[in-house]
Structures are given as C-alpha cells and as structure tokens.
C-alpha cells in the first residue's frame, strides 16, 4: 500500500491518498518509460483575446509523429484539461508514449490547457460559450499550426475529469465541427446553472434531450463510489443518466464504471481505457 499526500495551502493530516496496487496490475506498464521513444513535450505562455487571461499551454509529439507529412490522416488530436495535472499527476505523455510503443495507438499531438486560477477554472469549464469559442477559434487553430497538424474532428478528442469533463461535452457538442469525440473522467453532469428549476436539474442531459444530435462519439466514465449523498444528486447516477439519454438520440457511447471515487488515481486508467477504446489499433 502507497499513500499519496496532496499538498496545499489547506494541509490536514487527513487529506490523502491510498492505493493498494496488486501484482498483476496490468495498466502499470503505461504509467512507466521502459526505453520507450519519447514525445517531445514544450511549455508556453498563451494569451486569450476573448477571455482576457493567459494561461499555460503544453504541446505535445509523440516520436512517430511525422510533421513532413501534410495531411497526418491517420494521428489523433487530444485536448486535455486541467493540463498540469494531466502531465505530473496523472501522466498522459508516457502513458501515450508507452500505447503508441506498443502500436496501441495511431501517432499523437496533445494539446494540455489550465487554466489561469482556480477560480477561473470553476467558470471556465461548466459549460461556458465563451471559453469554448476561445478553444475552438483561438487556441485549436494556434495549437495546429505550431503542431503542424491538419488533423479533422474525426479524430479529435477534447478530454477531462470532474469539471473537465463537462466541459469535454460541452465544448464537443457546441463545436462538433472542430472536437468530434469526448473523453469524459468522473463527468460532473449533476451540474446546472445558477437558478436551474429543479425539473430542470443535469443540464446537460436536458441539452442533449432537447438538441438535434450532433456527429460526436463519447467514452464516459465514472467511479461506483461517486454516489449520490444527503438527498443531492450524484455524480455515478448523471452519468448512468446521461449515457442513457445520449444512447436514446442515437450516438456512439462507450460507458465503463471503475470501483474508485473521484481521484486522480483512477482517472490514470480512464484516460488510458478511454483512448484505447476511442482510437485503439485493432491487431490484426
């Protein structure tokens, strides 16, 4: 057994972390570089006209990626939120560099955007129009051509946790255009905006129920102790619900539970199953 403490400004003795990793954990393998070829992964500083921030933003090319290749058909595109994490915590540069080693995986460019506080983040990702028109009409197309990547919706992803991950709805569905699948961690579908009727309540399912259905694929994931407490809705019951209602408007859904909460440690296997099950190579 391993604990993993989480250190901030609000530090109790009880805030951490345990896992019990048995020997025949199989997903490890991802999670380690075993002299495998690794991305090249870059840090910048980018300025949002819309928003009026600047946040940072890490670029990422998997080894196999070939730039000489104008039309890169064949490689995937993965927006990440909360990118900091999703490259110390939970880290999605050598778990694509081990899937993609192992022909898993087509070639990869990963676009890892934070955001500037954490309170912009509590604004940013629930559905804002605005921080989804700066995705897809500022940050997408910088992102490609300092990538060099002229990569269709197809075979873009926009993926996250918690928040993230209904942002990853909501921006895909809002710009299905640009972002035509979603890749969403322990999704926070109970949200609503502020002053919701509660008939009205999981905003958006109700979005889904009442739109036309757009060309997008989703792998949605949830914790089975992400239940609902003290009457509130829950995070396992929206996601159930949404899969639900995603499935009755006809799009593709890949749904997977995991006997976790709402950690990092399980989403290291969500995002991994995710983009397996999103952009696997079928071995032949």
Same mark, same amino acid.
């Given at each position: 057994?391993?604990?993993?403490?989480?250190?901030?400004?609000?530090?109790?003795?009880?805030?951490?972390? %345990?896992? @019990?990793?048995?020997?025949?954990?199989?997903?490890?393998?991802? /999670?380690?570089?075993? !002299?495998? =070829?690794?991305?090249?992964?870059?840090?910048?500083?980018? %300025?949002?006209?819309?928003?009026?921030?600047?946040?940072?933003?890490?670029?990422?090319?998997?080894?196999?990626?070939? @730039?000489?290749? !104008?039309?890169? $058909?064949?490689? @995937?595109?993965?927006?990440?939120?909360?990118?900091?994490?999703?490259?110390?915590?939970?880290?999605?540069?050598?778990?694509?560099?081990?899937?993609?080693?192992?022909?898993?995986? *087509?070639?990869?460019? =990963?676009?890892?955007?934070?955001?500037?506080?954490?309170?912009?983040?509590? !604004?940013?990702?629930?559905?804002?129009? /605005?921080?989804?028109?700066?995705?897809?009409?500022?940050?997408?197309?910088?992102?490609?051509?300092?990538?060099?990547?002229?990569?269709?919706?197809?075979?873009?992803?926009?993926?996250?946790?918690?928040?993230?991950?209904?942002? =990853?709805?909501? @921006?895909?569905?809002?710009?299905?255009?640009?972002?035509?699948?979603?890749? %969403?961690?322990?999704?926070?579908?109970?949200?609503?905006?502020?002053?919701?009727?509660?008939?009205?309540?999981?905003?958006? $399912?109700?979005?889904?129920?009442?739109?036309?259905?757009? *060309?997008?694929?989703?792998?949605? $994931?949830?914790?089975?102790?992400?239940?609902?407490?003290?009457? $509130?809705?829950?995070?396992?019951?929206?996601?159930?619900?949404?899969?639900?209602?995603?499935?009755?408007?006809?799009?593709?859904?890949?749904?997977?539970?995991? =006997?976790?909460?709402?950690?990092?440690?399980?989403?290291?296997?969500?995002?991994?199953?995710?983009?397996?099950? /999103?952009?696997?190579?079928?071995?032949?």
């Amino acid at each position: 057994m391993e604990n993993f403490y989480r250190f901030d400004n609000n530090f109790s003795p009880f805030n951490y972390d %345990s896992t @019990v990793s048995l020997v025949e954990l199989s997903k490890d393998i991802y /999670l380690k570089h075993n !002299t495998v =070829a690794q991305g090249k992964l870059i840090k910048y500083r980018f %300025s949002s006209k819309l928003l009026n921030n600047e946040r940072n933003i890490w670029l990422y090319t998997s080894a196999n990626f070939d @730039v000489t290749n !104008t039309e890169n $058909s064949n490689s @995937v595109l993965l927006l990440q939120f909360d990118g900091k994490k999703f490259i110390n915590k939970i880290p999605v540069p050598v778990i694509l560099d081990n899937l993609i080693h192992q022909a898993k995986l *087509p070639p990869v460019v =990963a676009i890892f955007v934070d955001n500037p506080t954490q309170y912009s983040r509590t !604004t940013e990702l629930p559905d804002n129009a /605005l921080f989804a028109q700066a995705l897809a009409e500022e940050i997408l197309p910088w992102a490609k051509q300092t990538l060099k990547a002229k990569i269709d919706a197809n075979n873009t992803v926009v993926a996250g946790a918690s928040f993230g991950g209904l942002a =990853a709805s909501s @921006v895909a569905l809002r710009y299905p255009e640009h972002f035509g699948n979603v890749l %969403s961690m322990s999704g926070s579908y109970w949200w609503s905006p502020q002053g919701t009727l509660p008939e009205n309540e999981e905003h958006t $399912s109700n979005w889904v129920a009442s739109n036309d259905t757009k *060309p997008v694929r989703f792998f949605l $994931s949830a914790g089975l102790f992400e239940r609902s407490q003290n009457g $509130s809705i829950g995070l396992l019951e929206t996601n159930r619900h949404l899969q639900t209602v995603l499935k009755a408007k006809g799009y593709d859904v890949i749904y997977k539970e995991f =006997a976790a909460g709402h950690d990092d440690f399980s989403w290291q296997e969500g995002f991994t199953e995710g983009m397996l099950a /999103l952009f696997g190579i079928k071995m032949k």
